[in-house]
């Protein structure tokens, strides 16, 4: 079965700042992996995901992720933190099978950030 | 357009009470998921949707948890006689079907047992 682990709880990170957060997931085809974000009071929004192809993945709101097979990673950047990105953000990895993917949640990274 | 609705947003019930909670998808959505998350966590896969048929219940922690999709659009979670751990958000998703497709998070349910 896989899954996914996210190391960093709560991150704090001043605004115009780089930002990457960590996410390391187990399974043992090529994986689906994806970010997504979540503000309180509302649902996941994905940010962007990896499917194949370019290990470099770009999404929407200036996020990029990096799938690092090797490593078995599939971290989340961003060069310049705005304020409105705090939120909470969850890094899954999906496995497909039967024509739909059954994803497994990381728990999650807390992202605040400062003046 | 519609994305992923849910309702009610909020619910309380005593321990002991049944509840309904519904996901309305995206409009031609073949495949509709019901994850739950807990205080703190990711969320957790509970079922799965392909058109009317449940094709993976394997998540649904206990069989106090149902869910139907009997049209093949709207899907209701039914929890009966709920429990103080039965308290999370109820997360509905839906995606159109193809295995690579993304799915679509409602903004959920906030089920709390007193």
């Known amino acids: 079965a896989q899954s996914v682990t996210q190391p960093d709880i709560h991150i704090t990170v001043s605004e115009g700042a780089s930002l990457e957060l960590r996410c390391n997931y187990s399974?043992?085809?090529?994986?689906?992996l994806f970010w997504y974000v979540q503000s309180p009071g509302q649902g996941l929004q994905l940010l962007l995901k990896y499917f194949s192809g370019d290990t470099l993945v770009q999404g929407i709101k200036g996020f990029e992720a990096e799938f690092k097979r090797s490593q078995s990673s599939f971290n989340l950047r961003k060069p310049s933190v705005h304020w409105s990105d705090a939120a909470e953000y969850f890094c899954a990895v999906g496995a497909g099978s039967g024509g739909y993917q059954k994803v497994t949640f990381g728990t999650g990274t807390k992202l605040q950030v400062i003046p | 357009g519609a994305g992923v609705s849910q309702s009610p947003r909020y619910k309380v019930a005593k321990r002991g009470q049944d509840v309904a909670l519904r996901c309305d998808p995206i409009?031609?959505?073949?495949?509709l998921f019901w994850y739950q998350q807990a205080l703190g966590q990711g969320p957790e896969f509970l079922t799965y949707f392909q058109n009317e048929a449940q094709l993976d219940k394997s998540g649904l922690p206990s069989d106090r948890f149902f869910a139907e999709r009997p049209e093949g659009s709207v899907s209701t979670l039914k929890i009966q006689r709920t429990q103080q751990e039965d308290s999370a958000v109820y997360l509905c998703?839906?995606?159109?079907?193809?295995?690579?497709?993304?799915?679509?998070f409602g903004p959920g349910t906030r089920l709390t047992v007193l």
């Open positions: 399974y043992g085809a090529t994986p689906y």
């Open positions: 998703a839906s995606s159109s079907g193809l295995a690579a497709d993304t799915q679509y």
């Open positions: 409009s031609g959505h073949v495949s």
